[in-house]
């Protein structure tokens, strides 16, 4: 026969049983974003100048680069910079690890004969080094190709050569 003081033993062990499974820690979430994700000191040399206003081969070009991923669900990255005429530019991403590249239709290009070319304007970009930062593996350092093409006015094409760090 089972007495009270078993019943209560049992009891008071199923509990602290239950208590202790409840306690888990809760998993921890993994880091949402890229390794690629920041703001990023972008240098630049002009390459190849073909029919572009303003663009010689040898211009320096500086500018600051905004990389932003938003997941929810499938992730997606953006490059985000301004340009030196004010427009913002805003190009999709794809890639992963030390390999990302994005493209951009329609954008218009000064020609050096006053009119205007459109095309789509490339960006190739590859990690030179990483990092870690909480745990997290992040891009310490980038190279990138910026190639714009178009017709038009004329057939124009910039190249231009980045070199790029954390701001």
């Known amino acids: 026969m089972i007495n009270r003081w078993t019943v209560a033993v049992v009891t008071v062990s199923m509990l ?62 953006t490059l985000g910079y301004q340009t030196s005429s004010g427009h913002h530019i805003t190009v999709p991403l794809q890639g992963k690890g030390a390999g990302w590249h994005g493209r951009v239709d329609n954008v218009s290009s000064p020609c050096t004969n006053g009119g205007t070319a459109t095309g789509p304007l490339t960006f190739k970009l590859h990690v030179t080094g990483f990092t870690k930062k909480k745990k997290q593996k992040i891009a310490s350092g980038m190279s990138s190709t910026a190639t714009q093409s178009g017709t038009g006015c004329a057939n124009v094409k910039l190249v231009v050569k980045f070199v790029l760090s954390r701001a």
């Open 16 to 77: 602290a049983v239950a208590g202790l499974a409840q306690a888990k820690p809760a998993k921890t979430k993994k880091a949402s974003g890229t390794p690629i994700d920041g703001v990023w000191n972008a240098k630049g040399t002009v390459t190849v100048a073909k029919h572009i206003a303003d663009e010689k081969v040898g211009d320096t070009i500086t500018r600051r680069w905004t990389i932003k991923s938003s997941c929810a669900g499938a992730c997606k990255t």
